[in-house]
C-alpha cells in the first residue's frame, strides 16, 4: 500500500514523475549544452579568420562579423537555457538564506513560480518578434533576420520548459499552490485598482520596479527575469504597448557586437587557470615578495590585478588564485576570516582594471569609448591596491615567516622566464586594446588563439580533459550575464519611456553642491545598487539615465564611469549583502561570519580609495 503524502511532488507516489522529469531536464540540457559549447569554438574560429584576413591578408570577410553577429545570439540564448538547468542565473539568496527551512522552500518556489510567468508570457511575443524579422534580409549573407532572432525564441521556450520540470522535482504541491494563489492576487489587486494606478502616472512606477522587483529579488528570483516580469506586466498594465516590445529590447541588449567579446574574455580566463598561465603569474610574485611578513598578502593583491577581468567573473578570479595562496597564508598564522576580508577586498579593487566586463558594459549602453576607459581604470584601482597594502601591512606586523624562506636568484629567473608568455599575454591584451589597434572583441580572440598556443608550444600541457567542462562553463557564465543585459535593457527602455528618465536627471540636478553633490550621491546609490543587483545590471538600467546628468553637470564620462564601478564594486563585495562577499566565503570554505569581522578595514581602505578618486579626476583620465 502506498502512504506517500500527495501533497509533495518529490516523493512518494510522484517518484516516478520526478525521475522521468530529471531525465528529460538533462536530456535538453544535454541537447542545449552541446551545439552551444560548439559555437564557442565557432566564434573564436569565425572572429580569428576575419583578424586574419582584416589584418594580416588586407582583405576584410564580408560576413565574417555578420556571421558572428548570428551565432552570438545563438550562444546566448543556449548559454541561459544551460545556466537555467544549473542554477546559474545570477540571483540574490542571502535573506532566503536567513529564513528555516519550509519558508525557505515556499520563497523559492514562490519565486520559480514567477520564472515561469515571465518566460510563459515571453513566448509568444518571441514567436510575434521572429515571425516580424522574416521582412529584414541581413546586408552580408542575405539570409532572414528570424535566422538569428528565432533564437529569443528558442532560447525561451527551453528555459520555460526546464522551469517547470524543475518546479515538479523539487517543490512540494501545497508550495506550489500558495505560489499561483499569490500571483493571481497580485494580478487581480492590479486590475482592480488599474484606474488608481493610472493616476498615479509616473509614482506606479514605484509599484512595478520599486515594489515589485525588489520582492522578487530579494525573494531569490534571478535578477534578469524580475526585470523582465515588472516590465512585461508594466507594459500590459500601464501601457497600450504591444508585449513583443520587451523582446525587440532583449534583442538589441544583447546584440551589440561589442558584447561578443564577453564570451571570449570569459574563455579566455579560464584557459588561463587551466594551462597554467595564471599560477605562473602568482609563483612569480611569491618568489619575489614571499618571505616578507604580510608578503603573501601582496603577492594576493598583486596577482588580482594582474588577472582580474579576464574571465569575466569575479568569482572565477579567486577561484583562480586562493587555491594557490590561502593554505600557505593560514600555515603563516592568519586568520581564515583576515583571508577571505583581502581576497574580496582585492577583487572589488580590481573591478576597473582591463579588460573589465563591467567597463566593456558601460561603453556599450553609454557610448564612452572602451579604450578611454580601459586605459581610466588603471590609477584609480592602483590607489585601492596601495589602501589595502598599507591595511595589509599593518595587520601583518605579528606574522611568523620564520619558515618562509627567500628564493635565490635561480629561483626567481626561473619563476621570471616561465612566466613571461603570461607578462606578454596580458601586456597584448592591454596595449592592443587601449591604443585602439584592435577592438575589445579582436583582441580576445587573439588572446584565446595565443593562449593555446602558449600552451601547446611552450608549456606544453593542454588538459584535454577540461576543454569540455571549460566550453561548458564559458556557455553557461555567459548566457547568464547576456541574458541580464537583455532583460535590463528593456527594463531601461520601460523607464525611458514612462518619462522616469527626465524626472530622475531634473531631480537629481536640483542637488545642492552642484557637481560634488550629484558625484556624492552617486556613490551611494551605485553603492547600494551594487549590493542589490551586483554591477552589470544596474550599470544597464541607470547609466543611460544618469550618464547625460553627469554631462549636463560637466562631470568627464570616464571619470564618472570609474567612480560608477568603483561604488559599484563596493556594494558587491561588501556584507550582509554583497554577492561577492558570499562568494569569496565559499571559494575559501570559511564562515561568513568569521570573515564579517575581518573585512571591515579593508573596505574602508577601498572606500578612501574611492573619495580620493572621486576628488581627483585625473586618476582616472586616460593616460595612455
Known sequence: MNNANPSDLSSGGFAALKAACGRLERGIALVTEVPGAILVVVEVVVLFAGVTFRYGLHKPLVWSD??????????????????????????????????????RA??????????????????????????????????????????????????????????????????????????????????????????????????????????????????????AFAFGLATTVYLRFMTFMPESIVISRMDEGMSTFVLLSIPLFVLLGLLIEVTGIAAALVNLLVVLVGHFKGGLSYVLIGAMYLVSGISGSKAADMAAIAPVLLPEMQRRGKEPGELIGLLSSSAAMAETIPPSIVLITVGSVTGVSIAALFTGGLLPAAVGALGLVLVAFLRSRREDVTHAERASWNQIVKALVTSIPALLLLALIRWAVVSGVATATEVSTLGVVYTVLVAVLVFRRFPLDRVWPMLCDTLALSGAIMIILGCATAMAWALTQSGFSQQLAHAMAQMPGGAAGFMALSIVVFAVLGSVLEGIPAIVVFAPLLFPIAHD????????????????????????????????CAIGRVDPDKAMRAIWPYMTALFVAAIIVAAVPWLSRPHL
Not at 497580485?186 to 488608481?196: D, I, K, T, Y
Not at 561588501?574 to 561577492?580: A, M, V, Y
Request: proline share 5%.
Open 106 to 223: 515556499r520563497i523559492e518556489t514562490i519565486s520559480s513560480a514567477a520564472v515561469i510567468l515571465f518566460l510563459g508570457l515571453t513566448v509568444a511575443p518571441a514567436l510575434e518578434h521572429a515571425v516580424d524579422q522574416m521582412l529584414i534580409t541581413t546586408p552580408a549573407l542575405h539570409l532572414p533576420d528570424a535566422v538569428r532572432s528565432a533564437a529569443i525564441l528558442t532560447g525561451t521556450t527551453l528555459m520555460l520548459v526546464i522551469a517547470v520540470l524543475q518546479l515538479i522535482q523539487t517543490s512540494k504541491l501545497l508550495d506550489v499552490i500558495i505560489a499561483v494563489v499569490l500571483i493571481a492576487v497580485c494580478g487581480g489587486l492590479l486590475q482592480l485598482f488599474l484606474p488608481q494606478l493610472q493616476d498615479m502616472e509616473n509614482w506606479n512606477l514605484v509599484v512595478f520596479f520599486g515594489i515589485g522587483v525588489t520582492a522578487l529579488v530579494l525573494g531569490g528570483a534571478p535578477i
Open 66 to 103: 555578420e556571421l558572428a553577429s548570428i551565432l552570438f545570439l545563438w550562444l546566448c540564448m543556449l548559454g541561459a537555457v544551460v545556466a537555467q538547468h544549473r542554477g546559474a542565473h545570477m540571483r540574490l539568496t542571502v535573506i532566503a538564506g536567513l529564513l528555516k527551512a519550509p519558508w
Open 553 to 584: 553637470l560637466g562631470i568627464d564620462p570616464v571619470h564618472y564611469a570609474i567612480m560608477m564601478v568603483l561604488s559599484m564594486s563596493l556594494g558587491l563585495f561588501t556584507p550582509p549583502l554583497g554577492i561577492g562577499f558570499y562568494q569569496a
